[in-house]
């Protein structure tokens, strides 16, 4: 099993910064990717980021792209996502995944950890 804490959320105006972190502990030897995913009230969950765990190679949504980082720190187990510019749209609760298998996907069910979730609110 693979637990996943998040962190660093919270509240900020619009064209602020945050940044998020994800530790990951336990079977963290079977992680090949992880993720970020964020849900605001009423909508369904969507995909953020995601990174290699070894290689680094990463993929954005469209929405973000420009604005946010995804970056790892493999001797701490932790991914981080750096926000920037953020827009109240960005306001949600942000979701760390992680997965065993290789490939930076975009659906949540090929995630297999996730942690509980911490909320980013974008002030106008």
């Known amino acids: 099993q693979v637990q996943l804490v998040e962190s660093g959320g919270g509240l900020v105006q619009a064209g602020g910064s945050l940044r998020l972190s994800c530790a990951a502990s336990?079977?963290?030897?079977?992680?090949?990717?992880m993720g970020w995913f964020r849900q605001a009230p009423g909508k369904e969950r969507e995909f953020v980021s995601a990174i290699s765990w070894g290689g680094g190679i990463t993929n954005y949504a469209d929405s973000v792209k420009g604005r946010f980082t995804i970056s790892r720190d493999n001797a701490k187990n932790t991914v981080y996502l750096q926000m920037n510019s953020l827009k109240p749209e960005d306001t949600a609760v942000y979701y760390c995944a992680a997965r065993r298998n290789s490939g930076l996907v975009t659906r949540g069910g090929a995630y297999d950890y996730w942690g509980q979730g911490t909320q980013v609110t974008v002030s106008s």
């Open positions: 336990g079977r963290t030897f079977s992680i090949m990717a």
